[in-house]
């Protein structure tokens, strides 16, 4: 798949909740994964495995999903950037809407690195 095609299916799979699906079919299963964690160190992960557990955890954190927003991708060369936004109540915590910018790598076909900006 070129980048183009790898980015319009990862916004159709992500406009429609189908994170994992996109993971699996359009990840190389060595692929990385890097954003902030709650104490603001930058975090990577190493691995469809941890990618797929990371994801895991954080949906095990959603208390309650009102909806969210995916625009379209960007490409620029072997680059995607998407932002997504999600309207949520995390465990704990207030209703809060969230937003960040989504930065996917492709090499050879498959999404090799993935880094999300809050």
């Known amino acids: ?20 699906v996109a993971q699996t079919e359009l990840y190389n299963v060595n ?8 104490t603001g160190n930058l975090v990577t992960v190493n691995g469809m495995e941890a990618i797929i557990a990371k994801g895991k955890q954080f949906q095990s954190m ?29 465990k704990g915590m207030e ?10 790598v492709v090499s050879d076909g498959k999404i090799i690195s993935e880094r999300f900006y809050y």
């Open 1 to 20: 798949m070129t980048t183009q095609e790898i980015a319009s299916r990862l916004y159709e799979l992500c406009k429609e909740g189908k994170f994992d």
């Open 31 to 38: 692929a990385t994964s890097t954003e902030k964690d709650m």
């Open 95 to 104: 209703r809060m809407y969230m937003k960040e910018m989504c930065h996917y």
């Open 62 to 90: 959603i208390e309650a999903h009102y909806g969210g927003h995916t625009n379209e991708p960007t490409v620029f060369s072997d680059n995607i950037f998407m932002e997504l936004g999600m309207d949520v109540k995390m």
